[in-house]
């Protein structure tokens, strides 16, 4: 079975700080990992995705994440916050095998202060 | 490319009317199709998996009965909410498994702008 956890439900920075949104995972076959951010009642954008190449993985908008396996972590990180960076991030854990489902985390929500 | 569409985008209906959402995929072929609920502030939850030409598969606790889908085509899915009650109303998206092209890599899924339904 597959699961991920995402600490820290709301998340507040202060336009150009440093951006970590966390997420643990768990699995017991080669996870495949996503980050999605979503704006108000919109659907899903895929930030980036780690496929079990580079470890350090670099995403659009300026976000990057880093799958530690020692950890079971893929934390998100943008080096600095943009006010359009508020918004609900979700992570995300999937498979090669099997139904291909995809198990999400309870999301974070990013708030940036000006 | 690999871009899903959802319509209706918003939809308000009466108790007890069904409504069919369809979610397409514009330029793929999709032998499977999710079909996941958002309540407010919340994550998806996977509702079904809907393979084309065969009957979906529901997540525990998800009425078959009261969410009617149909994979009639290798691009096309839908959603009917049956009966409809105002506890059904909620953000509803679809997402399309997209076939890797490489053999061992990963099957995406790539998801579409989402449906509000609001039944009043």
């Known amino acids: 079975a597959q699961s991920v956890t995402q600490l820290g439900s709301h998340v507040s920075v202060s336009e150009g700080a440093l951006v970590l949104l966390r997420c643990n995972y768990s699995?017991?076959?080669?996870?495949?990992l996503f980050w999605y951010v979503q704006y108000p009642n919109q659907g899903l954008q895929l930030l980036l995705k780690?496929?079990?190449?580079?470890?350090l993985v670099k995403g659009i908008n300026g976000f990057e994440a880093e799958f530690k396996k020692s950890e079971t972590s893929f934390h998100l990180t943008k080096p600095s916050a943009h006010m359009s960076d508020a918004a609900e991030y979700f992570c995300?854990?999937?498979?090669?095998?099997?139904?291909?489902?995809?198990?999400f985390g309870t999301g974070t929500r990013l708030k940036v202060l000006a | 490319g690999a871009v899903v569409s959802q319509h209706p985008s918003r939809v308000i209906c009466k108790s007890g009317t069904s409504v069919k959402i369809e979610c397409r995929s514009l330029?793929?072929?999709?032998?499977?199709m999710f079909w996941y609920r958002q309540f407010p502030k919340q994550s998806l939850m996977l509702m079904a998996t809907?393979?084309?030409?065969?009957?979906?598969?529901?997540e525990q606790g998800v009425e078959k009965d009261k969410f009617l889908i149909n994979h009639a085509s290798l691009t096309l899915s839908t959603l009917t909410v049956t009966s409809a009650h105002p506890e059904d109303s909620s953000f509803y998206i679809c997402?399309?498994?997209?076939?890797?092209?490489?053999?061992?890599?990963?099957?995406?899924?790539?998801f579409g702008p989402g449906t509000r339904l609001t039944v009043l």
């Open positions: 995300a854990v999937t498979n090669t095998s099997g139904t291909y489902k995809y198990i």
């Open positions: 330029d793929f072929q999709a032998t499977t």
């Open positions: 780690y496929t079990s190449a580079a470890t």
């Open positions: 809907s393979n084309e030409g065969s009957k979906a598969t529901y």
């Open positions: 997402s399309a498994r997209v076939r890797r092209t490489v053999a061992g890599g990963l099957d995406e899924q790539f």
């Open positions: 699995s017991s076959v080669p996870p495949y």
